[in-house]
């Protein structure tokens, strides 16, 4: 079984600073990991994903995430943070093959403060 | 174009009611998940869809919950004799190709509270 843990349930941060959300998975098999936010009273959107290649994958609003295979981790990471980044940030995992059904993670909020 | 949509975007009910929840997916998407959000458990997989195989339904919490996805197309979400905590948001997503994008597009959700 899958499963992804989110260190983090909240992170503020003051506006332009760097900011990091945590992710670690556990899985038997392969895995794909995915990044998606969703902003206040909204749905999910895909922020980046990990499918194979390079272990830095660049997303959309300045996000990029880290595969780190050694140590199970996908950590997101923002070199500078805006006022509109506030929002909840959710880590998921699927595996090749069947359903391809997402486990998420807790969710991380994150808060830019002025 | 036009994203996954679902309805009714609220829908308050009392204990032991039915309730119906409704999803339209992308056009052309053949891969269709419903979710479950709450307090307690997080993002949820209920159920997925594929084209006219038999759907996936490992996630349903109980025989309570049922999904049928008519004409590969629009799917509706069906909670028999709700309980309080079937409260959640429902969410619902679809994808183009399940295998090969990994992309899920969510829509933005059935908020149901069950009093």
């Known amino acids: 079984a899958q499963s992804v843990t989110q260190l983090d349930s909240q992170v503020p941060v003051f506006e332009e600073a760097p900011v990091e959300l945590r992710c670690n998975y556990s899985s038997s098999v392969s895995v794909y990991l995915f990044w998606y936010v969703q902003y206040p009273n909204q749905g999910l959107q895909l922020l980046l994903k990990y499918l194979s290649g390079s272990t830095l994958v660049k997303g959309i609003n300045g996000f990029e995430a880290e595969f780190n295979k050694s140590q199970t981790s996908f950590h997101l990471r923002k070199p500078s943070v805006h006022i509109s980044d506030t929002a909840e940030y959710f880590c998921a995992v699927t595996s090749e093959g069947g359903a391809q059904k997402l486990v998420f993670g807790q969710g991380t909020r994150l808060t830019i403060n002025p | 174009g036009a994203g996954v949509s679902q309805s009714p975007s609220n829908k308050v009910t009392e204990k032991g009611k039915d309730v119906e929840l409704r999803c339209d997916p992308i056009s052309g998407h053949t891969a269709l998940y419903w979710y479950r959000q709450s307090l307690g458990q997080g993002l949820e997989f209920l159920i997925y869809?594929?084209?006219?195989?038999?759907?996936?339904k490992s996630g349903l919490p109980s025989d309570r919950f049922s999904a049928e996805r008519t004409g590969g197309s629009v799917s509706t979400l069906t909670i028999q004799r709700t309980q309080q905590e079937d409260s959640a948001v429902y969410l619902c997503?679809?994808?183009?190709?399940?295998?090969?994008?990994?992309?899920?597009?969510f829509g933005p959700g059935t908020r149901l509270t069950v009093t």
């Open positions: 869809f594929q084209g006219n195989s038999a759907p996936d």
């Open positions: 997503a679809s994808s183009l190709v399940a295998f090969e994008l990994y992309e899920q597009y």
